[in-house]
């Protein structure tokens, strides 16, 4: 719509603009941070909107006092076995779902655009009855299979989507040169596609890491929980401990920061691809 | 077990046509599917079916029932807290995307601006989006908790009295509408600003030399170009939020009085709360019914294009 090119004092009328609203849609998160700077006494008498007399207390009482650092652990681990199990997986589906064609590749495509649309609830049920007699609850095992393939529709897709963009001519030479179908997969197209199966791996991580409800039903015990969950517990117990609270939260928002600024030039890519397309 | 005994030939010659069709190109694409497939199969095929039985037997999380029949689904009916969850549902998606298509046209018409740091502002405005929910849901409870919080200090400031925003029924289902379109908007924004920059520019360059005004490019111009693209992200919208059980749980667990209780929470309730497998299948078989007419229509939308 920029057209004819505008002038440049309407343009930084728009930055200004611009910089208000970016202030106010992120106000939360602004406040949230400064919060975790002050005692909750300080945070329910204070009147002013901004923070005075900063203190680390309640990183302090978050270190000595509570399970953090464990919900932290089991999150990483839970988000990173599940990012490598679902990009390999998807990997291989996303390969025939961009060289091949027939039946079973429709069949497979329209399956996994419906898997994305599931209310999860309904699969929740039968399989913490089936974990139950497992003795899976509160095993990350659980968590980590339910990832995998929540996460296998849009993996699928983005993988997709980056062998696509791949010649298929590069693959003919191998086949040429005597190599096997698979042979040439593994050997020409994933090492060209690294940086793509990377995004694929940070949006898996991210997901995984943010994620609560599964995570909630499956993980009930104090040692098991991730951060999402375990951040509940202090929500709870601690009703009003809002200085603590908000020093959780701001600890588990640095991972997915530091690893959305490591995707965020895919994510168009990612978003459109995944949920769009189908 | 075979009824005619089975000869050594018939057992190579089967395991030697395997070996040959797993050697031939035609079996590489089911190969590379069978994981996938798998997992599909054990993780979200098999518990469905089962669950769909659950929902016609009166058992709990500790044993299985017996069968009852359409028991459980005629209870739904009539039980007023099935209704309800039914009509938040409904209210909590429209209002949903109503408010995060707005909000995301709005910015995404902004964005696609000449405006310096542009790139700065299309990160930073995907923030609410991929932040955690509970994170979000943290802060957003400090600023309307009780009458001391933020809100209540601002509404004082101009003399208004404190609204209890999450102990009154009204104030907080617009809390969490409020919440989850906050939560929402930067995808509708980020698609829909790929969306304009996908425009083919000689459109608008035709449009102002036959002298339309900016309006009217955008009536007649911009807008037909985003249909498409707009009841497809709706749709998805509308299946997303009557997915989502983070935030009316982390903010109000449903309350008060069940004011904010959608179908997953509810489904979750009578499972995990009350013990009742039975009914939490059959309200979580209603959900996905109502998913898949929205999924139908999708699809046919999908193939049009």
Known sequence: MAYPAPSSRKRWTLFWLLVVITIIVNLPIILMVMNSFQTTEQLVQRTTI???????????????????????????????????????????AGYALSRFRGRLITGYSRALFVVQMFPIILALIPLFMLFRTLGLINSPLSVIILYTV?????????????????????????????CSRFGAFVRIVLPLSGPGLAAIGIFSFLFSYNEFFVANVFLRDQDAMTLPVGITMFMQQYSTDWGSLMAAATVTVIPTFILFLGIQKWITYGAVSGGVKG | MSVRPM???????????????????????????????????????YPMLTGFYYGFTSGSLLKFGKFVGFDNYIRLLQSTDFLHALWFSFIF?????????????????????????????????????????????????????????????????????PVYFLSDEHWAIAAVIAIKIWRS????????????????????????????????????????????????????????????FDTPWLLTQGGPANATENLVLLAYRYTFGRNDVGLGSAVSFVTLAILMVLVVILLRRQRER
């Open chain 1, 50 to 92: 901004l923070p005075r007399d900063l203190t680390v207390a309640n990183y302090r009482y978050l270190n000595e006092r509570t399970h953090f650092w464990t919900f932290l652990w089991n999150s990483f681990t839970v988000s990173g076995v599940s990012t490598i199990t679902s990009a390999a997986v998807a990997a291989l």
């Open chain 1, 150 to 178: 929540v996460h296998l529709p849009f993996a699928t897709w983005m993988a997709r989507a980056f062998f696509d963009t791949i010649p298929r001519e590069l693959e003919d030479a191998a086949l040429v040169d005597g």
């Open chain 2, 7 to 45: 000869l050594a030939d018939d057992t190579t010659t089967w395991r030697a046509s395997a070996r040959e069709w797993l050697r031939s190109g035609n079996s590489l694409p089911f190969l590379l599917l069978a994981p996938s497939i798998f997992l599909m199969l054990a993780v979200i095929a």
């Open chain 2, 93 to 161: 998606a429209a209002f949903n995307v109503i408010g995060c298509f707005a909000l995301g046209l709005g910015l995404a018409l902004l964005l696609n601006q000449e405006v310096p740091f542009r790139g700065f502002f299309r990160v930073a405005l995907l923030l609410p989006w991929i932040v955690p929910s509970i994170v979000s849901i943290v802060s957003w409870r400090w600023m309307m908790a009780d009458q001391h919080a933020l809100f209540n200090q601002i509404i004082g400031l101009f003399g208004g009295s």
């Open chain 2, 185 to 244: 908007f930067p995808f509708m924004m980020l698609s829909l600003l790929a969306a304009l920059q996908g425009i083919d520019r000689s459109l608008y360059e035709a449009a102002a030399l036959d002298g339309a005004s900016r309006w009217n490019q955008f009536r007649y111009v911009t807008m037909p170009q985003l249909r498409n693209i707009s009841i497809v992200l709706c749709l998805l919208m509308t299946i997303w939020t009557v997915n989502d």
